[in-house]
């Protein structure tokens, strides 16, 4: 496990020791990507005096942990990536509020399984990339992916679940919604669909009958293409 100690890497310490300049911005920059790697702990050194108490605190920290994780049952075996090959509005976030660790029943087989639900519209950056981070720091784990996934992404989805030693999951609408519409453009010439008319329609009522601003992906009542950002995903 990874864990990371800054000694005298406050902002202010930093400004102290360089120059103004592009240099400081830069160092500043690492700084803020370091704060936000995932790790077992961080330890901020302010104090130089202070050095020898800090690592013997960590060093009886990093003891007890251990301790304790070989003491605990461990995840095992592969994990899952779950994820939505559909349009907006189909139901995912309703789905994914309602995912625990009781419904999923793993307490009766006797498993535990960390349960990680990410939401696209609550990530900062690019969402694959972070989806990959965390199924490689928890690869026994079950990823819920929250975020429409059209065809251009499965192929990264599967790459994501066989780097972390998982299995993808894709999560589909049933018969009736997930049937072929075909639409003949010009003689000769047709589209086919992956979803019906109908599924599409409803999915767009729901995404309209949101209320204004209730949406942190900004697609509801308030936005004036939401229709056509639906349509966009079906095609």
């Not at 251009?152 to 994501?160: A, G, L, Q, R, Y």
Request: contains cysteine.
């Amino acid at each position: 496990s990874l864990r990371i100690i800054f000694f005298d890497c406050s902002d202010e310490e930093v400004e102290k020791s360089l120059e103004p300049g592009n240099d400081l911005k830069k160092r500043i920059g690492m700084l803020k990507g370091w704060r936000k790697v995932p790790c077992k702990s961080m330890l901020e050194w302010p104090d130089p005096s202070s050095l020898k108490t800090d690592i013997d605190a960590l060093s009886d920290q990093i003891y007890q942990e251990s301790a304790s994780a070989s003491s605990e049952e461990t995840e095992s075996g592969p994990g899952l990536l779950v994820f939505f090959p559909s349009i907006p509005g189909c139901g995912k976030s309703s789905i994914c509020n309602g995912v625990s660790a009781d419904m999923l029943n793993l307490k009766s087989l006797n498993k535990t399984r960390t349960i990680k639900i990410c939401v696209g519209d609550k990530v900062e950056g690019k969402y694959w990339p972070f989806v990959r981070r965390e199924r490689l720091l928890k690869p026994s784990s079950i990823c819920i992916a929250d975020k429409n996934a059209p065809p251009k992404i499965w192929s990264t989805v599967c790459d994501i679940a066989a780097a972390s030693r998982g299995v993808s999951l894709p999560v589909l609408p049933d018969q009736l919604a997930l049937c072929t519409t075909s639409v003949e453009i010009a003689p000769g010439k047709r589209l086919n669909f992956p979803f019906s008319l109908p599924f599409l329609a409803t999915c767009m009522l729901r995404v309209i009958s949101r209320p204004e601003d209730s949406h942190c992906g900004k697609l509801d009542a308030s936005c004036e293409d939401a229709c056509m950002v639906v349509a966009k995903f079906y095609c």
